[in-house]
């Protein structure tokens, strides 16, 4: 079992930076492969960030690709989403997620063991 607690979200102007922070407890946080996804009104949760247990690869959906980064700090238990050049089209709530094994596809979200509460981010234009 682990606990997910997303924070870092808030109402920014389009083009501004956030940083959005997830952090872990319970199980060991190095065996998770860890998730950003998101959601806006009307719409479907998707996709937006995966990286694997030793950060050694990281995967992105084409519409961040470029202005988000995913990274992770193991001795602190936490994953981080880094992002630039906001529009207002990623206005969403974020959820962080953790899966503890490799699966088919990163953008599955019921390939997805564990999520968090979300934290609203909303880009004004």
């Known amino acids: 079992q682990v606990q997910l607690v997303e924070s870092g979200g808030g109402l920014v102007q389009a083009g501004d930076s956030l940083r959005l922070s997830c952090a872990a407890s319970?199980?060991?946080?190095?065996?998770?492969?860890m998730g950003w996804f998101r959601q806006a009104p009307g719409k479907e949760r998707e996709f937006v960030a995966a990286?694997?247990?030793?950060?050694?690869?990281?995967y992105y959906a084409d519409s961040v690709k470029g202005r988000f980064t995913i990274s992770r700090d193991n001795a602190k238990n936490t994953v981080y989403l880094q992002m630039n050049s906001l529009r207002p089209e990623d206005t969403a709530v974020y959820y962080c997620?953790?899966?503890?094994?490799?699966?088919?596809?990163?953008?599955?979200?019921?390939?997805?063991?564990?999520w968090g509460q979300g934290t609203q981010v909303t880009v004004s234009s």
């Open positions: 319970g199980r060991t946080f190095s065996s998770y492969y």
């Open positions: 997620a953790a899966r503890f094994l490799y699966g088919r596809s990163w953008t599955l979200a019921s390939e997805y063991d564990y």
């Open positions: 990286i694997t247990r030793s950060s050694g690869n990281t």
